[in-house]
């Protein structure tokens, strides 16, 4: 069972929020993810990655103070890495 409460969306407030981006090409897909969250510099919280030999995709999970309208822009500009197949809140 779960509880969905509807809460209004505050913009102007920074606050933590999680992303699973799923790249290809290995190592090299999350290398290039890894570059653009650096250049968000102290805004990342927390990063982990999950690389396995043999498997399509790697997924790369963090979290991000942000405004919900920076979190917009952020999942553009990931979605902009031509090795990233989607990113998705939670």
């Known amino acids: ?9 505050f913009t ?3 606050i933590l929020r999680k992303h699973t981006i799923i790249t290809t090409h ?3 897909g999350v290398l290039l993810v890894a570059a ?4 968000c ?3 990342v919280k927390e990063m982990a ?3 396995r030999e043999g498997v399509g995709c790697s997924a790369l999970t963090c979290s991000v103070s942000m405004t ?3 979190a917009e822009a952020f ?8 090795t990233v197949e989607s990113v998705d809140p939670y």
């Open 36 to 39: 653009e969250l650096r250049a």
């Open 68 to 70: 919900a309208d920076e």
């Open 41 to 43: 510099g102290p805004l």
């Open 26 to 28: 290995g190592m090299d």
């Open 49 to 51: 990655v999950d690389v």
């Open 12 to 14: 102007g407030s920074r």
């Open 1 to 9: 069972m779960s509880i969905t409460i509807d809460r209004p969306a």
């Open 75 to 82: 999942q553009t500009r990931l979605r902009a890495i031509p």
